[in-house]
């Protein structure tokens, strides 16, 4: 009978220690990036709110990045701030406080690029979530979506976002887009097209009061 | 060929075509009249036989399995029983061993007391001293009446008075000292008086209750002996009792499984603080699942635990055990639970500690600070939830009761379900042969309906042919007597 319980009390605490960590579907990966260029740092508040929200929404085991978009954002350089949050919640909730410290000193610090390479950004953001190997992808793209690259930059590469679901935030309107709105849609079917033949999925929240809908439980 | 084509073989008029086919069809089903009833009969009765056999051999099983339910039933209340009876022969030799041996005892401190009381009473009744019997003289010469003229005869007379009177008090002092002891003496019996009635009645109680027990027994005994006799009254009281167990013991159930479920989400999200918070197991979070074997394991240790005290007996084996072993059994699954319940009272603990720490980060985050409970309110639910954390696990030690009623009852129960399944099913089949023999019989009236032109020529053919039989004999027959009469 001693022996049965003891064997009992191994198979128990087997059981309770094995946890499988090669395999995360359930887990969640995002990567935001945030425009640097000319006049839309002046936008960089709302993005602290949206980052905010998302580290309030994110559990023990999801993966956050934020990366800036500037001349050449093809880089981890730019990756402003990365985690991939402890299983222990209580080591989560630290990651998270010292995350949104560091991006509270990005914010203060940044200085506007001369050019806007979402591109670059965007595979940088395929690279980076296919390596961390988690379930459900997600790209914030936090921009005018008006790219802007530098002479020899070549960007007219296809972007392979199967499964990513691609989500624009805050797409301004320029001051061109007014005079003229269709340089403004344009703009945005460009985008959802290029997004869409990559077969990954796209939407656009430009109200940021909708944003449950950007991260769910 | 297509099916016009065949259909318009004959004619081409539809009317034409349908008339015709509609005389071969009736030709050759007449035709085929008596292999179409035999079949039909054949099927039929194949169909009912089948049937009846089936619902048959389902009686059978219902009769096989409603006397094993019986014999279920019997064995099991003749053990409930005997366990009932065994125990209030237990009572019964408590009570004979605890305040029947002390008998000699107290019988010897009555004895006692009546002696004493006896010795007092003989005591109290002795009579003082009587005053001596010169006395009588002496008081009949000191009446004599004094003489006037000899003053020396009335001094001695009066000297005699004196000194008899004195005699006389002397004498009452003595007796009022014998009384004074005699009331001594009653007063000093009243105690043992008391104390005697006491014993008494302290006896009287104890034999109350052996009488109490003993018709007790009695009314067991009677029970006993009419479920040894496999009577019906025993059999229905039995199968009742089950029942009602077996809903009693399910609420009591529901009302445990709803305690686990609360104490699981209890330690299943500080749990995650131990085996992480994204790990998944069999399509589950590890957390829960370790959580939810933390609270299987408080369950199995209840179910020894119990056994081991001998208030269930779920595990012949563990009741079997001997004493020494049945109690370390009971030691060590107690142990186990109480470290059980100390872990569930920290991660309790755990638990609200990260609520906060969630809280407060997501009021810094979303800049809801205000949603915070303040400092001085959060022990309550920190101690209500350790409390509940370390209660839990015991409260759960006695599902171990109800769990092995319903098992119990549940064989019952299972049993008529299962008898009466089957009673349904033979009906079932009985109403299907006696169906098979009546469609049988109504298709053949119903063949015979489609053919009845044919039928009809037949009949009127053979009634013909039978009167012109009939006739040509009735003609040989009236020759025949007339040639005899002639």
């Given at each position: 009978?001693?022996?049965?319980?003891?064997?009992?009390?191994?198979?128990?605490?087997?059981?309770?220690?094995?946890?499988?960590?090669?395999?995360?579907?359930?887990?969640?990966?995002?990567?935001?990036?945030?425009?640097?260029?000319?006049?839309?740092?002046?936008?960089?508040?709302?993005?602290?709110?949206?980052?905010?929200?998302?580290?309030?929404?994110l559990s023990p085991g999801d993966t956050f990045a934020i990366a800036r978009v500037d001349t050449a954002s093809f880089s981890e350089k730019d990756i402003v701030a990365k985690v991939t949050f402890d299983d222990r919640p209580s080591a989560a909730n630290r990651q998270k406080r010292?995350?949104?410290?560091?991006?509270?000193?990005?914010?203060?610090?940044?200085?506007?690029?001369?050019?806007?390479?979402?591109?670059?950004?965007?595979?940088?953001?395929?690279e980076y979530l296919n390596e961390a190997g988690v379930g459900k992808k997600?790209?914030?793209?936090?921009?005018?979506?008006?790219?802007?690259?530098?002479?020899?930059?070549?960007?007219?590469i296809p972007l392979q976002v199967g499964g990513y679901e691609v989500v624009a935030l805050n797409v301004t309107k320029l001051r061109s887009d007014n005079v003229d709105p269709r340089e403004y849609m344009d703009r945005l079917q460009m985008w959802e097209q290029r997004v869409q033949s990559g077969e990954g999925s796209w939407r656009v929240i430009n109200d940021l009061e909708r944003l449950d809908s950007v991260i769910s439980d | 060929?297509?099916?016009?084509?065949?259909?318009?073989?004959?004619?081409?008029?539809?009317?034409?075509?349908?008339?015709?086919?509609?005389?071969?069809?009736?030709?050759?089903t007449y035709l085929a009249r008596d292999p179409m009833h035999k079949m039909i009969e054949a099927v039929a009765a194949g169909i009912r036989s089948a049937c009846q056999q089936t619902s048959e051999s389902l009686m059978g099983a219902e009769k096989k399995l409603l006397d094993r339910n019986s014999e279920v039933l019997i064995?099991?209340?003749?053990?409930?029983?005997?366990?009932?009876?065994?125990?209030?022969?237990?009572?019964?030799?408590?009570?004979?061993?605890?305040?029947?041996?002390?008998?000699?005892?107290?019988?010897?401190?009555?004895?006692?007391?009546?002696?004493?009381?006896?010795?007092?009473?003989?005591?109290?009744?002795?009579?003082?001293?009587?005053?001596?019997?010169?006395?009588?003289?002496?008081?009949?010469?000191?009446?004599?009446?004094?003489?006037?003229?000899?003053?020396?005869?009335?001094?001695?007379l009066d000297s005699i008075r004196g000194s008899m009177e004195k005699n006389h008090e002397k004498t009452l002092v003595v007796y009022r000292e014998s009384s004074r002891e005699r009331h001594m003496l009653l007063k000093r019996m009243l105690p043992s008086w008391r104390a005697m009635n006491n014993d008494l009645k302290e006896v009287d109680l104890h034999v109350n209750a052996l009488m109490e027990r003993s018709r007790i027994v009695d009314t067991q005994m009677a029970e006993y002996e009419k479920i040894v006799n496999e009577t019906d009254s025993a059999k229905k009281t039995l199968s009742s009792s089950s029942l009602t167990q077996f809903f009693v013991a399910g609420f009591v159930l529901a009302i445990a499984i709803g305690g686990a479920v609360i104490n699981f989400n209890l330690i299943a999200r500080p749990m995650a603080e131990m085996v992480g918070g994204s790990g998944l197991l069999m399509g589950y979070k590890t957390a829960s699942i370790a959580a939810l074997v933390i609270i299987l394991v408080e369950v199995a240790m209840g179910l020894f635990l119990m056994e081991s005290l001998r208030i269930t007996r779920l595990f012949p084996v563990i009741?079997?055990?001997?004493?020494?072993?049945?109690?370390?059994?009971?030691?060590?699954?107690?142990?186990?639970?109480?470290?059980?319940?100390?872990?569930?009272?920290?991660?309790?603990?755990?638990?609200?500690?990260?609520?906060?720490?969630?809280a407060a980060l997501r009021a810094s985050l979303v800049g809801n600070a205000?949603?915070?409970?303040?400092v001085s309110e959060r022990?309550?639910?920190?101690?209500?939830?350790?409390?509940?954390?370390?209660?839990?696990?015991?409260?759960?030690?006695?599902?171990?009761?109800?769990?092995?009623?319903?098992?119990?009852?549940?064989?019952?129960?299972?049993?008529?379900?299962?008898?009466?399944?089957?009673?349904?099913?033979?009906?079932?089949?009985?109403?299907?042969?006696?169906?098979?023999?009546?469609?049988?019989?109504?298709?053949?009236?119903?063949?015979?309906?489609?053919?009845?032109?044919p039928l009809w020529i037949e009949s009127t053919v053979r009634g013909s042919g039978k009167s012109a039989k009939e006739k040509t004999k009735f003609n040989s027959l009236h020759t025949q007597s007339t040639k005899e009469v002639l």
């Open positions: 009978m001693m022996r049965k319980l003891i064997l009992t009390a191994i198979v128990v605490t087997l059981l309770a220690g094995c946890s499988s960590k090669e395999e995360l579907p359930h887990t969640r990966g995002v990567y935001m990036l945030l425009d640097t260029s000319g006049t839309y740092t002046e936008e960089l508040v709302k993005a602290q709110h949206i980052i905010n929200y998302t580290l309030a929404k010292q995350f949104r410290e560091k991006v509270d000193h990005f914010v203060k610090e940044v200085k506007p690029s001369s050019y806007t390479d979402i591109s670059g950004g965007m595979l940088q953001a395929i997600t790209i914030l793209i936090f921009s005018d979506l008006k790219e802007e690259l530098k002479k020899g930059y070549v960007r007219d | 060929m297509s099916f016009s084509e065949v259909y318009l073989l004959w004619s081409e008029s539809v009317a034409l075509s349908a008339v015709i086919w509609s005389v071969i069809i009736m030709v050759l064995a099991a209340g003749r053990e409930a029983s005997e366990h009932l009876i065994e125990r209030e022969f237990s009572r019964i030799n408590k009570i004979v061993e605890m305040d029947l041996s002390e008998y000699p005892t107290l019988h010897r401190k009555i004895s006692d007391v009546v002696t004493r009381i006896d010795e007092d009473y003989k005591q109290s009744a002795e009579v003082p001293p009587e005053a001596p019997g010169w006395a009588k003289a002496v008081e009949a010469v000191a009446k004599i009446p004094t003489s006037k003229s000899d003053p020396m005869v009335g001094q001695i009741g079997s055990m001997k004493d020494i072993m049945r109690v370390r059994m009971i030691w060590i699954t107690f142990s186990i639970l109480l470290t059980l319940a100390s872990v569930e009272a920290g991660l309790a603990y755990m638990r609200e500690v990260l609520a906060q720490d969630d205000g949603a915070i409970i303040g022990w309550i639910t920190t101690a209500a939830q350790m409390g509940m954390g370390f209660i839990l696990p015991f409260a759960l030690v006695f599902v171990a009761i109800p769990l092995e009623s319903f098992v119990h009852s549940s064989r019952t129960i299972l049993g008529i379900l299962a008898a009466g399944t089957l009673r349904t099913m033979a009906f079932f089949f009985s109403v299907l042969a006696n169906t098979s023999h009546y469609t049988g019989s109504m298709l053949t009236s119903i063949y015979d309906l489609f053919i009845f032109i």
